[in-house]
């Protein structure tokens, strides 16, 4: 059974910074790509950032390019979300996502002054 589990949020002013964190199981990690996506409040589901197995290739939203980092650690079996120079739009669950689509219980992101 696929698990998936983020950490990582909390409440931090506009320009803060924060780490995700989302430690997968029952799945062979390192043989997947993985993805961030979030949702705000009353919005869908939108895609953040996707990296590939191996780490090598990562793509990103343009809403958070050059602010958000993805990475991965594949002996740990853990998928980071680095999210710098962030913004009230930021605010939103984020979840990590395997190629299933499987998500897990999310953690909370909240931007405000």
């Known amino acids: 059974e696929v698990r998936l589990v983020e950490s990582g949020g909390g409440l931090v002013q506009p320009g803060g910074s924060l780490r995700l964190s989302c430690v997968a199981s029952g799945f062979t990690f390192n043989t997947n790509a993985m993805s961030w996506v979030r949702q705000a409040p009353g919005k869908g589901l939108e895609w953040v950032s996707t990296i590939s197995d191996g780490g090598s290739n990562t793509h990103y939203a343009d809403s958070v390019k050059g602010r958000f980092t993805i990475s991965r650690d594949n002996a740990k079996k853990t998928l980071y979300l680095q999210l710098n120079n962030l913004k009230t739009e930021d605010t939103a669950m984020y979840y990590c996502?395997?190629?299933?689509?499987?998500r897990g219980q999310g953690t909370q992101v909240t931007i405000s002054s």
């Open positions: 996502q395997s190629p299933d689509s499987t």
